[in-house]
């Protein structure tokens, strides 16, 4: 796959059906970020309070974990759009 087609499906991707099957993506990963604290300070009975951009991190390293087994199109892909979220989530909800 070439970098144009990578990114270009990428944004197909982020810019596509997915607001309207799961929402907006920062709604998305705010609703992920809530669950996986709870289960995580339940876990480890440490306060654990995660964000939507943490959420989008940890796509991408699970993403990675997998391309440690085996390289697809898919994974890079996939990484290039949550990488593309996690930018626009920085500027306009964090800090």
């Known amino acids: 796959m070439q ?3 990578c990114l270009d499906a990428a944004k197909e991707l ?3 059906e997915r607001a309207t099957d799961y929402g907006s993506a920062y709604e ?3 609703r992920i970020a809530s669950l996986w604290s709870r289960y ?3 876990k480890t009975r440490v306060q654990v309070q995660l ?3 943490d959420v989008a991190h940890m796509m991408i390293l699970l993403k990675v974990a997998r391309l440690m087994h085996s390289g697809t199109d898919d994974s890079y892909v ?4 949550y990488a ?3 930018a626009e989530m920085d500027k306009e909800y964090a800090r």
Do not use: K
Request: net charge negative.
């Open 84 to 86: 593309a979220l996690a």
């Open 40 to 42: 995580l300070s339940a």
């Open 3 to 5: 970098r144009d087609e």
């Open 28 to 30: 998305n990963h705010n």
């Open 14 to 16: 982020v810019n596509g």
């Open 78 to 81: 996939d990484i290039c759009g």
């Open 51 to 53: 964000t939507p951009m």
